[in-house]
């Protein structure tokens, strides 16, 4: 992976395990949209030790929601 695609130095693994844990919140827990952006939350800034400049948790609610949106899609599939 370049860095580019990873420009914080994680790789494919990790970015997927955080996924899979969203994805089991949201589809197997019932998580809330407000529970999943916490998790993103706490997934950029305590795991991959990215600083809330004012936007990571407007970027995190807004990503939570979109997910939250979709879950009528997942369970299509």
Same mark, same amino acid.
């Given at each position: %992976?370049?860095? $580019?695609?990873?420009? =914080?130095?994680?790789? !494919? @693994? *990790?970015?997927?395990?955080?996924? @899979? +844990? $969203?994805?089991? %919140?949201?589809?197997? /827990?019932?998580?809330?949209? &407000? *529970? =999943?952006? !916490?998790?993103?939350?706490?997934?950029?800034?305590?795991? %991959? !030790?990215?600083?809330?400049?004012?936007?990571?948790? *407007? +970027?995190?609610?807004?990503?939570? /929601?979109?997910?939250? &949106?979709?879950?009528? *899609?997942? @369970?299509?599939?």
């Amino acid at each position: %992976m370049d860095d $580019a695609a990873d420009p =914080i130095g994680l790789y !494919g @693994n *990790e970015y997927d395990a955080y996924a @899979n +844990r $969203a994805y089991v %919140m949201l589809m197997d /827990k019932g998580a809330t949209a &407000s *529970e =999943i952006a !916490g998790y993103l939350f706490t997934v950029a800034t305590d795991h %991959m !030790g990215l600083t809330d400049c004012g936007r990571l948790a *407007e +970027r995190s609610d807004q990503v939570a /929601k979109l997910l939250f &949106s979709l879950r009528p *899609e997942f @369970n299509t599939h």
